[in-house]
């Protein structure tokens, strides 16, 4: 079902500035503005400013495990899917992302206030960890393989914040040259 455009405006502007700002740092007349509507509009679409970010959160949950499974190769061995998933996480990155993870800074400033923006932050991370340990099944790689993977992807993440995308995207890219998983390690 396609949404109206004026809700889109209300999450599209609404992502754009908690990814830029903070959560509680953003007032519901600064979305208002930002896109352009009538406080009834919002309302309309939504309860409160904390149903607009569990909506947020579950269409970027989805847009970017969607934009994972599109880009990763799993047809020809596991370090050319890992680097797959390397290149596809950088390149999200580098497009949505460069600001760090918005699900974590939802979890760090809702938790203890509201357990389902908490458990949509949390669930995100375990499903991406899901979806990577599945994946790894097909080339018979140890489950372990998976976290480790996960903990640099988002190691990567964090990194953006504090330095220059070229350099995280270099270091990304020395470390896909350094990592190679022999076949033993996939028994």
């Not at 599209?12 to 208002?32: M, R």
């Not at 949950?61 to 499974?69: G, W």
Request: glycine share 4%; with cysteine.
């Amino acid at each position: 079902m396609k949404q109206s455009l004026k809700k889109e405006a209300i999450l599209n502007s609404a992502e754009t500035l908690f990814y830029q700002h903070g959560f509680h740092a953003v007032g519901v007349k600064s979305i208002l503005d930002h896109a352009g509507v009538a406080p009834m509009t919002m309302y309309y679409h939504f309860k409160s400013k904390e149903e607009v970010i569990k909506e947020i959160l579950m269409q970027r949950d989805e847009r970017y495990l969607q934009v994972i499974e599109d880009t990763i190769n799993k047809e020809e061995g596991i370090n050319l899917y890992i680097e797959s998933l390397f290149k596809a996480h950088m390149n999200w990155i580098e497009t949505k992302g460069s600001n760090g993870c918005l699900f974590l800074r939802a979890k760090q400033e809702y938790e203890g206030v509201n357990d389902e923006i908490t458990a949509l932050s949390k669930a995100h991370k375990q499903s991406f960890l899901n979806k990577i340990e599945n994946d790894l099944e097909l080339f018979h790689a140890p489950k372990s393989l998976g976290m480790q993977i996960t903990i640099t992807l988002e190691g990567l993440t964090a990194m953006i914040q504090i330095t220059e995308l070229n350099k995280v995207k270099e270091a990304a890219a020395e470390l896909m040259k350094n990592l190679h998983v022999s076949n033993d390690e996939t028994k």
